[in-house]
């Protein structure tokens, strides 16, 4: 099993530009989730998805939007990038949220 | 929102050295995680637990429900320990709220 498959691995980025962050998991997992890494700082939060169909804000959800329509991915759109979004990025995803999780290999972003 | 400390925020030990990272949160939880993260940066996820004791290798985790604190334990520590540990925490259907981490270093 591949597990929780996250592209690109790097990505710099212009101020303004858009992109969208990948992730796959193979494990038919429901719950699935994005955070942000920045220095001194613990893993937040961006958005999270339940199942197929259903997103919801975590604790710095602006600047960024996901959709989940098949069980299996979970992209992460940024509409218009900018300085303050250079971080290290993480999808992870559970059987549910009482489960453990498995977490991708990271989307280091620079935005300059 | 749950607010979760480790401590401390970096160690160094000498190898074969007993370590003890330590985690406490500030409202009751469902389950607490401790999470592993690598030099190169992957993350990997150590134990779920909700109450008591586990244990895996030379990998020991506790949790005091009451206390509102959780540690873990490193046995005989190897310079292959050496990574960010992290720990979360889930109360009811909320998603993990993550400490900073520990940052150990583990010198041969």
């Known amino acids: 099993n591949a597990g929780v498959t996250q592209t690109p691995k790097f990505q710099v980025l212009k101020t303004g530009q858009s992109m969208t962050l990948q992730c796959a998991q193979d494990?038919?997992?429901?719950?699935m989730s994005w955070y942000r890494q920045d220095p001194g700082m613990g893993l937040r939060l961006i958005h999270y998805?339940?199942?197929?169909?259903?997103?919801d804000q975590g604790e710095v959800p602006n600047g960024y939007n996901v959709s989940r329509s098949t069980t299996e991915d979970f992209p992460l759109r940024l509409l218009s990038a900018a300085p303050s979004q250079t971080s290290v990025y993480f999808c992870a995803s559970s059987q549910e949220l009482a489960y453990g999780y498995t977490f991708g290999s990271g989307t280091r972003l620079t935005v300059v | 929102k749950n607010e979760v400390e480790q401590s401390p925020q970096n160690l160094t030990a000498q190898e074969g050295e007993f370590i003890t990272i330590n985690c406490s949160y500030s409202v009751g939880i469902s389950a607490l995680h401790w999470l592993q993260q690598h030099p190169g940066g992957g993350i990997v996820s150590l134990f779920m637990?909700?109450?008591g004791k586990k244990k895996h290798g030379r990998l020991i985790a506790t949790i005091n429900i009451q206390e509102k604190h959780s540690s873990l334990h490193i046995t005989a520590s190897h310079p292959r320990d050496s990574a960010v540990y992290i720990c979360a925490v889930r109360s009811g259907n909320t998603p993990l709220v993550f400490g900073k981490g520990t940052r150990l270093s583990v010198i041969a």
């Open positions: 998805s339940v199942g197929a169909g259903i997103t």
């Open positions: 637990l909700s109450s």
């Open positions: 494990m038919n997992h429901e719950y």
